[in-house]
């Protein structure tokens, strides 16, 4: 670059930083954007470089709505990115419905997430719509069961989740009159992520979107109470046997509210984490609070050695997604984690059981989920679908009873809830292992009559999390260029397919275009390979099925398994280069 060009791009760069300080009404990312600036033009490479990130581009608006790092600039979350996210969806539903279109709002104990939600409720608000605003933080199930409650036209759910404390997010879900059927009340798919993104980036200047300073209806215990009435009805019975239960809330919001609704199904004797209870945004204690993360259950694992637990159930820090754990005497420390898809195939049975008295109802999981939930569904008699990845497609299945995907999310009452929720979740559990436990059995006991039922499907992750994003891209380039693996595991790779060109969803019809790779092997393995959604990682999903003999325990196979799909993820790395 000549030193002309070098000085044109400093100039604009300046120029872009400038008339965003003008325009941002948070004194906090103006100080922070003022003092980066300033640095810059003192010769600052890091100043220089982290301005150049943040106006790298805009934070894109997509079916998963916003998620991005707290901070100045375009390319960050902060109050400027919020406020033009809400106009454009605040325009986005009066063009499709007119006046008073309605819309609830809710939000975690993030860092910004209250102002976050308020600048939305003030700017739909001024856009001639109604604005129902949480008057505290709540988990994201309460914030989606408040939107059919409530019939309103759409939700704002301000988390990020289980990202990392310097994220934040906006999720948009729709409803009432903007959308009917199956997916009223779910979270938002093509064409509205479009559409809405069209009308953000149509927004003027910041100064032209009205924002008064009330004017919007507020909600709060009473929505919080009808919820938790709606949690323990769909747990179908209360407690019948004692179960002593560590319950850690990852530092989020649902820990009250999970608390009370197993108290209120039966389940007194529940025993907290006391340092992940309470709502704290800095999640001191994990360096991820996702229970997926190793490491992030130590806490419960000591907790329930400590009072001689019978059951381990974790939630996210938004409640919306729910990590169990159970005692086992074949692992170090004697307490094993329970994989996504363990926790699925049981609820999955449980609800079974449940439609079967009907002989109607849908069971659904995610293609990158175990297929063991077919298996489940068709010996009862029931329908099965696979879905992209996500709640927006796995909720508005149509006559869903039960949906799941592999990252710990569970729709046990898509007639309430069409997301996934980890609060009514956890007392399905709780009811499923209370039940086991009256009859002499165990969580593990049922996972192995599924197992010898049908085979045992066992499920391992491989996630590559990874700062410069173009990894991703040029590893899905390479795995569609003949880069793919001839083997995994020892066993021929013999079916390679793109789901670019749209997989079955097992009733005959084509799911959409999305990207990732399914590779399947001679012993019917199966490795699906794809980038997260949400976060800066390539995901490969590792499946293996393994039949159980019958004269040996389950345990054998479940060993042979593991070394099986270490196997594959080492096969894995090796062509990923990692």
Not at 257 to 271: H, M, P, Q, S, T
């Amino acid at each position: 670059m000549t030193y002309a060009h070098e000085r044109a791009a400093t100039n604009e760069l300046d120029a872009a930083v400038n008339a965003w300080i003008t325009e941002d009404p948070d004194p906090d990312t103006r100080r922070e954007l003022t003092d980066l600036l300033s640095a810059h033009r003192d010769g600052d490479a890091a100043a220089t470089a982290a301005l150049a990130d943040t106006f790298s581009g805009t934070l894109q608006f997509g079916t998963a709505g916003l998620r991005g790092r707290l901070g100045g600039g375009p390319n960050r979350m902060n109050r400027v990115v919020v406020i033009r996210a809400a106009a454009g969806l605040s325009a986005y539903l009066h063009e499709m419905l007119g006046d008073d279109f309605r819309v609830v709002i809710g939000y975690d104990a993030r860092h910004g997430s209250a102002r976050f939600a308020r600048d939305t409720a003030a700017v739909v608000t001024g856009a001639g719509g109604h604005a129902i605003l949480f008057d505290s933080h709540c988990p994201t199930p309460v914030l989606a069961f408040a939107l059919r409650r409530l019939g309103a036209d759409a939700g704002v759910m301000v988390t990020a989740s289980h990202n990392p404390p310097q994220d934040n997010g906006y999720k948009v879900y729709l409803g009432g009159r903007a959308v009917t059927g199956s997916g009223q009340g779910a979270q938002i798919v093509p064409p509205h992520d479009a559409g809405i993104a069209e009308k953000i980036a149509a927004v003027g200047p910041l100064a032209s979107v009205p924002m008064p300073e009330d004017g919007w209806e507020t909600i709060g215990a009473d929505m919080v109470e009808a919820y938790v009435q709606r949690a323990v009805k769909a747990a179908r019975t209360q407690a019948v046997a004692p179960l002593k239960i560590v319950l850690t809330a990852m530092h989020g919001v649902g820990g009250q509210i999970c608390r009370e609704v197993l108290a209120r199904a039966g389940f007194d004797d529940v025993v907290v984490v006391p340092e992940q209870f309470d709502p704290d945004p800095d999640f001191p204690t994990v360096a991820f609070p996702n229970p997926e993360e190793p490491g992030a259950l130590d806490l419960a694992f000591a907790r329930a050695r400590e009072v001689g637990a019978d059951l381990i159930i974790a939630n996210d820090p938004d409640a919306d997604r729910c990590s169990a754990a159970v005692p086992d005497e074949h692992v170090r420390g004697g307490w094993r984690q329970l994989t996504g898809d363990e926790v699925g195939s049981l609820l999955g049975e449980q609800a079974a059981e449940l439609a079967a008295f009907n002989g109607t109802g849908v069971l659904a999981n995610s293609i990158v989920s175990s297929r063991l939930l077919r298996k489940i569904a068709q010996a009862h008699g029931l329908a099965h679908r696979n879905t992209l990845t996500g709640f927006k497609w796995i909720s508005r299945v149509p006559n869903l009873v039960f949906g799941y995907e592999e990252a710990l999310g569970y729709c046990v009452d898509p007639a309430a809830v069409r997301d996934k929720d980890g609060i009514s979740a956890s007392v399905r559990l709780a009811v499923l292992a209370s039940t086991l436990k009256q009859q002499g059995r165990t969580l593990d006991d049922l996972l192995d009559r599924l197992a010898r039922e049908h085979g045992l499907y066992a499920t391992s992750p491989l996630s590559v999390r990874v700062e410069d994003r173009s990894f991703i891209t040029n590893a899905m380039e390479r795995l569609r260029a003949g880069g793919a693996p001839a083997s995994l595991a020892g066993s021929p790779v013999v079916d390679v397919f793109d789901l670019m060109d749209g997989a079955s969803d097992g009733n005959g019809k084509r799911l959409p275009a999305t990207d990732g790779l399914i590779f399947k092997t001679a012993d019917d393995d199966r490795v699906v390979v794809r980038p997260s959604g949400t976060e800066p990682k390539l995901k490969c999903y590792c499946e293996v099925v393994m039949p159980v003999a019958v004269d040996e325990p389950v345990e054998v196979a479940r060993r042979a398994a593991a070394k099986r799909l270490e196997a594959i993820k080492a096969d894995l790395r090796g062509v990923l280069g990692i």
